[in-house]
């Protein structure tokens, strides 16, 4: 079967750095995708991966191992507008994402 | 358009109603999809559309749910006899659904509450 495996929430302070983990299970690989999504608000394209390595967004990185079924998202410099909840969509062999349930991070002053 | 539409953004309605939810997506896109999240959950998926054709209706709950695409562009979602466990946000998102541009951008989505 297909599943995602992310903290259901972490907690961080303003300034710091926090990595969210995901691992996963698909029916083929095309590549990861990581979205933010604001209380109440609709869900934003973050990062995409589709080959081994780190990639450096500004204060966003995401990591991926397709050997380990891994990736995480870095976030450095953290501000108080970065809580939010951070999905984790791998897409599988027929294009479609496959959906976590989301980390939820909260940002402490 | 810029970006992906929905409407209405705010539904409510009574039990056993029907309401149609309607959604535009980016000019060229040819994928569709049509989510479902309550409140404090992840993303349900419900169904996509390729063009016009729906090669994916593993995720409709029930027959009440039903949609269709027209021209390539806007969908529409119905409930049929609306039930309180329908209430949730519905978002739509669209995407060229390939390799390399798969990213799906999303609608800001239809609030519903079924009384």
Redesign the interface.
Known sequence: GQNIDQPTEMTATEGAIVQINCTYQTSGF??L?WYQQHAG?????LS?N?LDGLEEKGRFSSFLSRSKGYSYLLLKELQMKDSASY?CAP?DS????I????TKLIIKP | GAGVSQSPSNKVTEKGKDVELRCDPISGHTALYWYRQSLGQGLEFLIYFQGNSAPDKSGLPSDRFSAERTGGSVSTLTIQRTQQEDSAVYLCASSQRDFATGTQYFGPGTRLLVL
């Open positions: 095309n590549g995708f608000e609709a869900p934003t394209f995409y589709v999905l897409m027929n294009y479609q994402l959906w976590g349930a989301g």
